[in-house]
């Protein structure tokens, strides 16, 4: 994927979410918490995911320094 797409399609829900939270007489601030909410979540996991152990890539001879 893109690199902000996840992001985009999260905010995108995040607004369909609120829309129906309003729509079913939840407070309209408590509606924007949860929306807030998973945009944070989103943003969080795409930045711990490259320090997770299954996303590193492997390492190659030449990634390491060694002086001379």
């Known amino acids: 994927m893109a690199p902000l797409m996840s992001l985009l399609l999260t905010a995108v829900a995040a607004a369909a979410v609120w829309i129906v939270l309003l729509s079913l007489s939840v407070k309209s601030f408590d509606a ?3 929306a807030v909410l998973m ?3 989103a943003a ?3 930045l711990v995911a490259p320090y997770l152990p299954g ?3 492997p390492e190659q001879p030449s990634d390491r320094y060694t002086p001379r």
């Open 44 to 46: 969080t996991a795409r």
């Open 32 to 34: 924007l918490l949860v």
């Open 39 to 41: 945009v944070f979540l």
């Open 55 to 57: 996303n590193r890539r």
